[in-house]
């Protein structure tokens, strides 16, 4: 028989529960007068209650920052494009002014070119990334056959890789703007670090119940399983593929539109046998 | 060595181990945590020693506080820390301090003094320093 004051306290128990189940963290049970078991759950939820609202509060804080930051990120980025693209007209009319007398000063200027066409590259890296986590993905059906070829066409895929595709890949809803920077990103990022004379490309989707499973394998250098973590994080190159004409946002971008797609993204690979990066597409 | 607050009885014994125990029914908050912190240093001279922290009386332990516990100004005045837990209640405070707080000296939960001093009178093994 449970004390009628008891089953009070164990309906108080059970609404505590249920607020925090739909974190509500405003409740707080009464304590201390009995120091008895009950006593100490009702202590227990609501510390857990505190501690849960606690997380709840940093992790709004932390992605107000966050977007706040890749907006800042978004302009300055943009900002810098304008400056960099006057930068290229001007080296060009230095170029054209110097002459070929001056072999010295035109080895100076093509150096200069360069470091101006990396400049390039990474801003519009980082514009690319900085719209792939603000961007609302508006779905449309994207048949991921076509793009792909789409994409190897532009790219001039051909010239660096034999791409086998695995079947017909399916057409599924996806943003296509989106779809065509995962493509083309995995892509080159499969040509940049290929240590082989010519780089092989393996594609293919296989279905499961509410999803397909895309996977991009190439024969490449590979990559050590420490490292599968890190290669998605921004700015993130690791040995022994290192590359200077890299600017390590690539992997990041399609690992930020497919998070914000609600996607997953990981990497299948050892070292000397290539890697396989699979993500997922939902069929909704 | 003794002193006392409102809520907390300090005594410094001759094995130069602090012990603290509450007074019934305390409420530990964020002043409460910082007022016993300023009066252990005190009466450690500085030189961190370990703590024998009876919880028996203590009734509810603010959020804030239980971080100050386990934050590094606590981690400078004890060496480590036998937390006494004999009834329900503050078994869930001892357990919710080492499980969500993870306070930084080495510290451990016990249901008499007595385990609670041998422990603290072992000379610290690197288990201890990542428990």
């Known amino acids: ?284 | 060595m003794y002193r006392e607050t409102q809520k907390i009885k300090f005594t410094l014994g001759p094995d130069m181990i602090l012990r603290t125990e509450c007074f019934p029914d305390t409420v530990m908050t964020l002043v409460d945590g910082k007022e016993s912190t300023r009066i252990s240093a005190e009466m450690v001279n500085d030189v961190p020693l370990p703590l024998l922290c009876d919880l028996t009386n203590v009734v509810k332990m603010s959020q804030d506080c239980r971080r100050h516990f386990s934050g590094p100004e606590h981690a400078k005045t004890f060496s480590k820390c036998a937390l006494i837990v004999t009834n329900p209640v503050s078994r869930v405070i001892g357990n919710f301090f080492l499980g969500l707080n993870k306070p930084l000296k080495p510290t451990r939960l016990f249901t008499s003094r007595e385990e609670g001093l041998w422990w603290l009178k072992q000379k610290e093994h690197v288990t201890d320093l990542i428990a």
């Open chain 1, 1 to 284: 028989m449970v004390d009628p004051g008891d089953d009070k306290r164990l309906n108080d128990i059970l609404d505590m529960i249920g607020c925090i189940a739909s974190l509500d963290f405003s409740k707080e049970l009464p304590t201390g007068s009995h120091n008895d078991m009950l006593d100490a759950i009702a202590l227990g939820l609501n510390m857990l209650s505190e501690e849960l609202n606690a997380q709840v509060v940093n992790r709004e804080k932390l992605d107000e920052v966050n977007g706040k930051l890749e907006k800042f990120a978004y302009t300055t980025a943009h900002d810098l494009k304008s400056p960099l693209n006057s930068q290229s007209g001007l080296l060009q009319l230095l170029e054209m002014s110097v002459g070929n007398n001056n072999q010295e000063a035109l080895e100076y200027i093509t150096k200069l070119k360069l470091v101006n066409e990396r400049m390039k590259t990474l801003v519009e890296g980082i514009l690319a990334y900085s719209v792939a986590h603000f961007r609302d993905i508006i779905k449309e059906p994207v048949d991921w056959n076509a793009l792909l070829l789409e994409v190897m066409e532009v790219d001039s895929v051909f010239k660096s890789a034999d791409v086998v595709i695995v079947d017909t890949l399916p057409v599924l809803p996806f943003n296509k703007v989106a779809a065509t920077q995962i493509v083309r990103n995995l892509l080159d990022n499969a040509i940049k670090y290929s240590d082989k004379t010519r780089c092989k490309i393996t594609i293919g989707a296989e279905p499961f119940e509410n999803h397909y499973q895309f996977c991009f394998s190439d024969n490449g250098p590979g990559i050590d399983p420490v490292n599968h973590e890190k290669i998605f994080g921004l700015f993130n190159q690791v040995e022994p593929s290192f590359k200077a004409s890299s600017v390590g946002i690539g992997l990041a971008t399609v690992k930020g539109i497919l998070e914000t797609a609600g996607e997953r993204i990981w990497l299948q690979s050892k070292p000397g046998e290539g890697a396989s990066f699979i993500f997922t597409v939902s069929k909704t």
